[in-house]
């Protein structure tokens, strides 16, 4: 899709603030700092439209994102942080949780995991879940740029291996700097959100 216009209309933690134009609806997550606001950045072609930061946990809100009038972009606060307290999680899972289960409009949820590293308990715990209320599911693997070419098929094994993927589902590589992998990532959400 080519994206001229975006707007965040609304940094919601209730239900009541959803939006309600009724356009389908696609989800980030993933742990704190992995580069969920970069690949929205990117897929909208944008600098720093969504608010990146090196410091975790910035986004703390559902941020819904309106894209060409057509669809939502809903970055989801980071998982797994640990210096947040712990009432501030149980808020914050309450959140996701009513989001994830609760929204008609969602769906897909694209998942990040960090390239360079095997998947957290919490990265597995999040596919499980999804996987569980059936929830069209793309895992993307970030900050790829960071992995030598020779290595990335390695690296999709050891995801797969650790996520405990089926075979059809696939991973798809991605940079944010280098803007790789977001062609294939834009096809998989146009086909959930319109196909
Ligand atoms: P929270 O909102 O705190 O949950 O973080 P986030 O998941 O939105 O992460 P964000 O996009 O803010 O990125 C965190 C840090 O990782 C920033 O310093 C980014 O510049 C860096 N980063 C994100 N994606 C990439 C990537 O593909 N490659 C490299 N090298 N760095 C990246
Ligand atoms: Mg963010």
Redesign the pocket.
Known sequence: MEVNHVELVMSAVDPAQYPTTGYPEIAFV??????????T?VLINRRSY??????????QTLNFYNVEDQLYFV?V??YG?AKVSKAAREKWGHMIETYLTQRDQLRGVVS?VDARHEPTEADVQMYQWLAYYGLPTLIVA?????IVRGKWNQTVSQIKKSLNLPNTDNIVM?????KIGQDTIWQWIEEQAFG
């Open positions: 993933g742990r704190s700092n992995v580069g969920k606001s970069s690949l950045n969504a608010r990146t930061s090196s410091q975790p946990g910035k986004t970055d606060p980071g942080y990040l970030t900050k790829s740029d960071k991605f940079s944010a700097p280098k």
